[in-house]
T-cell receptor
Framework: AQSVSQHNHHVILSEAASLELGCNYSYGGTVNLFWYVQYPGQHLQLLLKYFSGDPLVKGIKGFEAEFIKSKFSFNLRKPSVQWSDTAEYFCAVNEASGTYKYIFGTGTRLKVLA | GAGVSQSPRYKVTKRGQDVALRCDPISGHVSLYWYRQALGQGPEFLTYFNYEAQQDKSGLPNDRFSAERPEGSISTLTIQRTEQRDSAMYRC???????????FGSGTRLTVV
């Protein structure tokens, strides 16, 4: 069965620090990959997605993620975080063969100190 | 509408009561999904509709849970005889198709006391 692991449950950074959140998945076939973000008091929003093509994906607000197929990873990065990036981040996977179910990781709570 | 709308935003109910959670998807989105998110966990799939057809209900935990989308737009998730373990955030999402990425609503926080 598919699964998604986010190893960092809580991350605390100072403003301007660089961010990398890990995401690993287990599935042998072709997948689509997503990062969602939930800001305090708001709904889950799509940050970026990978379906095919360039494995380095750029999303909103300066975030990017790199799909490394050999490592089954899709880590999220941002060179310089801001206080407003404080949020919970979820990695998700679904089979590229057209299934609709997303498998989500347990999330990473990021707190950025001003 | 402009986004996915869920109501109520918060629901507190007594154990044993039935609850109905509503989801109004983005206009024109044919696919609608329900997920449940327990505290400290990621969202877990409950059920999926394509237009009015419930294509997959494999994630519904037991027969107390049901969902419908009679006209292919608004959907209702019903939980009968609620139990404390049903307490969670219930999230609805819609999409243009299976591989276009979801748009989530704000969710309904259900607390069973």
């Amino acid at each position: 069965a598919q699964s998604v692991s986010q190893h960092n449950h809580h991350v605390i950074l100072s403003e301007a620090a660089s961010l990398e959140l890990g995401c690993n998945y287990s599935y042998g076939g072709t997948v689509n990959l997503f990062w969602y973000v939930q800001y305090p008091g708001q709904h889950l929003q799509l940050l970026l997605k990978y379906f095919s093509g360039d494995p380095l994906v750029k999303g909103i607000k300066g975030f990017e993620a790199e799909f490394i197929k050999s490592k089954f990873s899709f880590n999220l990065r941002k060179p310089s975080v801001q206080w407003s990036d404080t949020a919970e981040y979820f990695c998700a996977v679904n089979e590229a063969s057209g299934t609709y179910k997303y498998i989500f990781g347990t999330g990473t709570r990021l707190k950025v100190l001003a | 509408g402009a986004g996915v709308s869920q109501s109520p935003r918060y629901k507190v109910t007594k154990r044993g009561q039935d609850v109905a959670l509503r989801c109004d998807p983005i206009s024109g989105h044919v696919s609608l999904y329900w997920y449940r998110q327990a505290l400290g966990q990621g969202p877990e799939f409950l059920t999926y509709f394509n237009y009015e057809a419930q294509q997959d209900k494999s994630g519904l935990p037991n027969d107390r849970f049901s969902a419908e989308r009679p006209e292919g737009s608004i959907s209702t998730l019903t939980i009968q005889r609620t139990e404390q373990r049903d307490s969670a955030m219930y999230r609805c999402a819609s999409s243009s198709g299976s591989n276009y990425g979801y748009t989530f609503g704000s969710g309904t926080r259900l607390t069973v006391v």
